[in-house]
């Protein structure tokens, strides 16, 4: 199994960005997918999750209203769609899977991507 995350990058306040999670090893219509973030000094925290079996989607508070979570029709790979990114936004990115549902918690993922580096700084 493998989560392949990618897209990151450096943007300015208010830009945008597309990170991409490809998923190998699993059906991706069987999982969900969690994009977490981790801050420097500071724990991993869910920004937002798809659930591909339903379509269903969730956000937490950190970029509600500025991401949108999706996957591609043959359901290889997750994308979070950020913008009107702040420099509080700066953060590794990471993208995990969990069977069936969606789950805040770290420790229920079943996989891991690697992360993806986000700055937003002018």
């Known amino acids: 199994v493998q989560l392949q995350a990618s897209g990151g990058g450096s943007v300015q306040p208010g830009g945008s960005l597309r990170l991409s999670c490809a998923v190998s090893g699993i059906t991706l219509g069987n999982y969900a997918i969690t994009w977490f973030r981790q801050r420097p000094g500071q724990g991993r925290e869910a920004v937002s999750c798809?659930?591909?079996?339903?379509?269903?989607?969730y956000y937490t508070d950190l970029l509600k209203g500025r991401a949108t979570v999706s996957a591609n029709n043959a359901k290889t790979t997750a994308y979070l769609d950020m913008n009107n990114l702040k420099p509080a936004d700066t953060a590794v990115y990471y993208c995990?899977?969990?069977?069936?549902?969606?789950?805040?918690?770290?420790?229920?993922?079943?996989?891991w991507g690697q992360g993806t580096q986000v700055t937003v700084s002018s």
């Open positions: 798809l659930r591909t079996s339903s379509g269903s989607r």
């Open positions: 995990a899977a969990r069977i069936d549902t969606c789950s805040w918690a770290t420790l229920e993922q079943d996989y």
